[in-house]
């Protein structure tokens, strides 16, 4: 009878230990794939985020070179390369925009972004040096804001993650 008691407590035991070690390594595949997510999610934030932001400056840009080549009467072809440019650089800037906005659940940051945008459509519009200056101004600072307001959400510390 002792040795049926040892054979059954042995067999228990074993199933215990197997149950445990199975509980155990679920835990852990649970946080390396909880990690995985994470991790992918952060760099994915990294790269959408960063793409905007240099799509914006981008637009900036053009924005600046349209504006001046108006300004400075430069013949109609080289004026309407320009605003192809232009017009091209803002479809890129959108495009960025979306893809942050899908992968963000921060309306402060969305927010953000689209006020840059903004900000870099105005310049356009400028009737003076003066006015296209302050218009450079507000959206400098805006895309600064936006990759500002973006360092939370790429942190280790994870942000909204």
Request: hydrophobic share 35%; glycine share 6%; proline share 1%.
């Amino acid at each position: 009878m002792e040795a049926v008691t040892a054979s059954v407590i042995a067999v228990l035991g074993t199933l215990l230990g197997s149950g445990l070690t199975y509980l155990f390594q679920r835990q852990t595949m649970n946080r390396s794939e909880q990690f995985t997510r994470h991790e992918r999610l952060r760099q994915e934030r990294i790269a959408a985020y960063s793409a905007f932001a240099g799509a914006l400056a981008n637009y900036r840009r053009g924005q600046m070179d349209l504006w001046f080549a108006r300004h400075e009467h430069r013949e109609v072809s080289s004026v309407a390369e320009l605003r192809r440019e232009e017009q091209r650089l803002r479809t890129a800037a959108l495009e960025a925009m979306f893809r942050a906005e899908l992968i963000t659940t921060d309306p402060r940051l969305e927010e953000k972004g689209r006020q840059a945008l903004r900000a870099i459509d105005r310049m356009n519009r400028a009737g003076t040096r003066d006015q296209l200056d302050q218009e450079r101004t507000t959206s400098r600072t805006l895309i600064y804001e936006f990759v500002s307001e973006s360092k939370p959400h790429v942190s280790d510390s994870g942000g909204d993650l």
